[in-house]
């Protein structure tokens, strides 16, 4: 052993400037799939186990363990229904293209002001939002509530963060205006929801009556960006690495998702809901929209 480590070293002597690349190149390669595997497990969703705490809430050497072996987060499910609040409702499946189905829920009323479409955030489902169901089932309007891909009891085990969930927005808009062509509708997103909905709106064209905004990220590496720097650690270049191969192992063109550019396709009547210390989409974020 120690002969073998002798002739390494004297190699590595005798010819320094290749050692140095093979060196680089291996650090090169070992970043980017460790990138990868982040990117992976924050955008694939595991079937079983807890979370893991948010950066502000690691330890050390929580932070120290999150960056060798990546985040953990398991497949969102609903825990509660709208009879949990008194509600009822009944259940529809949505298909978006050929092989994704959608679970929505939908709160009826007998006398309806209109629609309200309702829409969850990174790693949630639908029933994170029955407390606002309730507020506007109680104003009058029908409420759908519904699972993007990967939530709940919808159909695959992965996000995108809002880029592939337009599909869903649009298909579920559609759907809403089959069933009630003349009707208001209204469309609520929380922080990936709400990427979803600007997204929907410019890319698949899709139009409402209004929409209400809440802790909408301005683009995809700002967002990831705040992440790192919970954890006092640089945004550059490990946001854009985190990005790059989340687009890779998801096929979403990562680079180019950015609310703040889709936004300019809403004209209809907007309201942003914003909490000025929110750490992962700041209120700044909010006000470049």
Not at 219 to 232: H, W
Request: hydrophobic share 40%; with cysteine; glycine share 8%.
């Amino acid at each position: 052993m120690l002969t073998r480590i002798r002739s390494v070293a004297k190699w590595v002597r005798q010819h320094p400037w290749l050692a140095t690349v093979i060196l680089l190149g291996v650090c090169l390669v070992s970043v980017n799939v460790l990138a990868y595997q982040h990117a992976r497990a924050m955008l694939w969703f595991v079937r079983d186990g807890s979370r893991t705490p948010r950066p502000d809430q690691l330890s050390t050497f929580g932070k120290i363990a999150v960056l060798a072996t990546g985040v953990r987060v398991p497949r969102p499910e609903n825990d509660r229904t709208p009879l949990d609040i008194g509600i009822d409702f009944h259940t529809k499946r949505i298909e978006v293209g050929s092989k994704i189905v959608l679970e929505a829920w939908v709160l009826p009323v007998d006398r309806s002001q209109g629609t309200v479409l309702l829409l969850h955030g990174y790693a949630g489902a639908k029933c994170d939002l029955l407390a606002e169901a309730k507020a506007f089932h109680e104003l009058g309007y029908v409420v759908w509530l519904v699972d993007f891909r990967g939530s709940g009891g919808s159909s695959e085990n992965y996000t995108t963060i809002g880029y592939s969930e337009a599909e869903d927005v649009a298909a579920t808009i559609t759907c809403i205006r089959e069933d009630s062509e003349d009707e208001p509708l209204i469309v609520y997103g929380r922080s990936m929801g709400a990427a979803a909905i600007l997204r929907a709106m410019h890319t698949h064209k899709s139009e409402v009556d209004a929409v209400i905004l809440e802790s909408v990220f301005d683009r995809l590496q700002t967002t990831v960006g705040n992440r790192f720097r919970l954890m006092r650690l640089p945004a550059y270049p490990a946001a854009n690495l985190l990005i790059f191969w989340g687009g890779i192992c998801t096929g979403f063109n990562s680079g180019e998702h950015n609310p703040v550019e889709y936004a300019h396709s809403c004209h209809c009547p907007t309201l942003f809901l914003h909490g000025e210390n929110d750490p992962n989409a700041t209120l700044q974020e909010a006000r470049n929209g």
